[in-house]
């Protein structure tokens, strides 16, 4: 187990862009924390003041490493009610790389959360992404080199998600 | 009763409103009822004063809030001293 608590910011560090008193002398930074799989992590605040108009953005400053997190899967499953399988259950070489999911580090590579303004039916909306780079790349055809898994992406969101490009 | 309105600011809307006089800012204090933005708002902190070097006032609220469902969050607000420059 890696104990990234050295990385991790304590409860309102101060971080991004905030509102500043006129004279440059004073900031507010408005913040909110979660425990991801039981790691807190905390984003930030780019524009309160105009928080009626164009509701509020929380953002994670830059990427944060987070260790290892053992229940990861079972944390995403419970927290946001869907079903990633275990490994037990897929093919390989899918199982292997989600069986060396809870022995390798993550990083949060995207968390963000937009509160819209008053007046707007929108919802809030959300995207959580976590990478890792395994140790040891997984062949993904048994006995080539050709292809190989070097890591993995774990997220969720309610976002509307941009269709991928299709090869011309 | 602290000598300090934003010491003594009991809801994030109290706070905003503290800082607001104090150091003439113009934080939001009011948001339409039933908007997330205004739920917290209406979120109880409680606040420290000089609670690290380079932050004068740390606000934290006393229970987190599910903005996204099942994903309770803790709101914080710092009120940052930037003279000496950026913190690190």
């Keep these: 187990m890696t104990d990234a608590s050295a990385n991790l910011p304590m409860a309102g560090t101060p971080t991004g862009t905030v509102t500043t008193a006129a004279d440059g002398t004073l900031s507010v930074l408005f ?9 807190p992590v905390t984003i930030s605040s780019a524009d309160i003041a105009n928080a009626a108009t164009k509701g509020i953005e929380f953002a994670i400053p830059g990427p944060l490493d987070l260790g290892t997190l053992a229940n990861l899967i079972s944390w ?12 037990d259950s897929l093919p390989s070489p899918l199982n292997e790389v989600v069986n060396v999911l809870t022995n390798i580090d993550f990083t949060v590579t995207e968390f ?25 790349p997984i062949n993904l055809i048994p006995g080539s080199e050709a292809l190989k898994i070097t890591g993995a992406l774990v997220g969720v969101s309610n976002e509307a998600q941009p269709a991928p490009a299709l090869p011309a | 009763m602290a000598d300090d309105p934003i010491l003594d600011a009991r809801t994030v809307t109290e706070l905003c409103t503290a800082i607001n006089q104090t150091y003439a800012l113009n934080l939001p204090v009011q948001f339409d009822a039933g908007t997330v933005l205004a739920a917290l708002w209406a979120l109880a902190v409680t606040v420290t004063k000089d609670p690290r070097p380079g932050t004068r006032y740390e606000a934290t609220a006393t229970g987190g809030y599910p903005v996204v469902p099942a994903l309770p969050g803790t709101l914080t607000v710092d009120v940052l001293d930037t003279s000496a420059g950026p913190q690190s």
Aim: no cysteine; aromatic share 6%.
């Design chain 1, 112 to 136: 963000h959360i937009k509160i819209p303004p008053k007046g707007s039916s929108d919802t809030v909306q959300y995207t959580l992404a976590l990478t890792a780079t395994l140790a040891s």
């Design chain 1, 31 to 39: 913040g909110l924390q979660f425990l991801i799989d039981g790691k």
């Design chain 1, 76 to 87: 995403i499953n419970t927290t946001f009610s869907v079903n990633i399988p275990s490994g």
